[in-house]
């Protein structure tokens, strides 16, 4: 009866990790899996790029852009007090030998400012042949992955061509391919033997009913022999001695080893001038009408700045909508992650330096479903955020952060 249990609950746990390693989209790699609110109110991207989408190996791409960290951070996601900026790519396809914070070398993590903008750039090195979708993303420590926009890159070339040489300070070259391999494989190599050898030693004799019925008739003193003995002391005083010596040969060839650093980045946000913190985006009321997938925004917008501005673009969780009646660079049509058409406003027109206006704004696409944003209201957290990006006539870019709670419309 147990056994039968047993395999029963077997089945059903293989059938489980068949389910959820049997991938149904081979490309998606956890752009969707977050919740949406963490999406669309944690790291909201925008203006991100790649230098070139076909590239050879050892040829480089350049991923830039920028972020606005969202003032309105859910509750439910700790704050972003060490954050990583990393690249989603399908293993070690690429390389990333440089990475910059607002123009600063930034090599660890880092506390990001609620509310501040930040630019990056990310340099990777082609190292494989084949055709892959990169996406910059943020680690955010104890809240998990933040993906930014994806773009194919492919690949071409001999694999065999790769180099990767660095200098280190003391003025050595090392290629990083190959250093220190043989030295990690022998070590791993003499502990599975060391071990192994070790577990044979005693699983070649009688195992456990044998060992306990001996112990159990006061016989326990035959089961560790004079010789086991031996071997075990030998063990406990060469292996140590061999590490300390080992430790003492690297130390005497390596004398000025630095160890990896732990420390946290200190880099600062942008100044708000960037975004110019001109306008001012009040919130007043959003619905989600959910049989035609639009999102119908009230805000009331105030001018502060010197020129007459209008409307261009709403973005939310790297989804895009744009004013098509407004020309406005960067639109990028045939990204998938565009909705070119998608934002209309009811009355479209300059709002007055000084002015305050109150704006419908409807952002309508099948994207929101299909990114699986419609998913916030099933959330205990409601609330959305995204940028709006507002430009005067001279193409100048003003952007307003804004966050809301929505109310869902089943009609
Ligand atoms: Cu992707």
Same mark, same amino acid.
């Given at each position: 009866m147990f056994i039968h249990i047993k395999s029963y609950v077997a089945s059903i746990f293989m059938a489980l990790v068949f389910l959820s390693v049997a991938p149904n989209n081979a490309y998606a790699h956890g752009e969707k899996a977050l919740e949406p609110f963490i999406r669309m109110r944690t790291i909201q991207w925008y203006d991100v790029q790649w230098s070139q989408e076909s590239l050879k190996v050892n040829d480089e791409v350049v991923v830039t852009g920028k972020f606005h960290v969202a003032e309105?951070?859910?509750?439910?996601v700790p704050k972003p007090d060490a954050a990583y900026l990393n690249v989603a790519i399908p293993g070690p396809v690429l390389i990333r030998t440089e990475r910059y914070l607002n123009g600063q070398p930034w090599v660890s993590s880092a506390a990001l400012k609620l509310g501040g903008d930040y630019d990056f750039k990310i340099v990777l090195k082609a190292r494989l042949p084949g055709r892959y979708h990169i996406h910059p993303f943020f680690n955010l420590q104890d809240a998990g992955a933040v993906m930014g926009p994806g773009h194919w890159v492919e690949v071409t070339g001999d694999a065999a061509t790769f180099t990767n040489s660095v200098k280190t300070i003391s003025g050595e070259t090392v290629d990083m391919e190959t250093y220190g391999l043989v030295n990690g494989v022998s070590w791993h190599v003499l502990w599975i033997v060391l071990g192994t050898a070790w577990l044979l030693w005693w699983v070649r004799r009688p195992l456990f009913i044998p060992r306990f019925k001996m112990l159990k008739s006061g016989n326990e003193d035959a089961l560790i022999t004079p010789l086991d003995k031996t071997i075990a002391k030998g063990i406990l005083v060469v292996v140590p001695l061999f590490v300390f010596g080992a430790y003492a040969m690297t130390d005497s060839q390596h004398p000025n080893a630095i160890p990896l650093q732990a420390a946290l980045d200190q880099i600062e946000p942008l100044p708000p001038t960037v975004n110019n913190g001109a306008v001012n985006v009040k919130m007043i009321r959003t619905e989600y009408r959910v049989p035609v997938r639009t999102m119908n925004m009230v805000a009331q917008i105030h001018n502060y700045s010197d020129q007459p501005i209008r409307i261009g673009e709403f973005a939310s969780a790297n989804l895009r909508f744009i004013n098509p009646s407004l020309d406005q660079?960067? &639109?990028?049509?045939?990204?998938?992650?565009?909705?070119? &058409?998608?934002l209309v406003i009811d009355d479209d027109k300059l709002i007055q330096p000084g002015e305050t206006k109150t704006v419908s704004m409807a952002a309508a696409d099948a994207l929101w479903e299909t990114e699986k944003l419609d998913g916030l209201f099933r959330d205990a957290d409601s609330r959305m955020g995204g940028l709006l990006f507002l430009y005067d006539p001279s193409g100048k870019r003003y952007i307003a952060s804004i966050s809301t709670s929505v109310i869902p419309k089943f009609d």
């Open positions: 309105d951070w859910p509750r439910s660079p960067g &639109k990028n049509e045939e990204d998938t992650l565009v909705a070119a &058409k998608g």
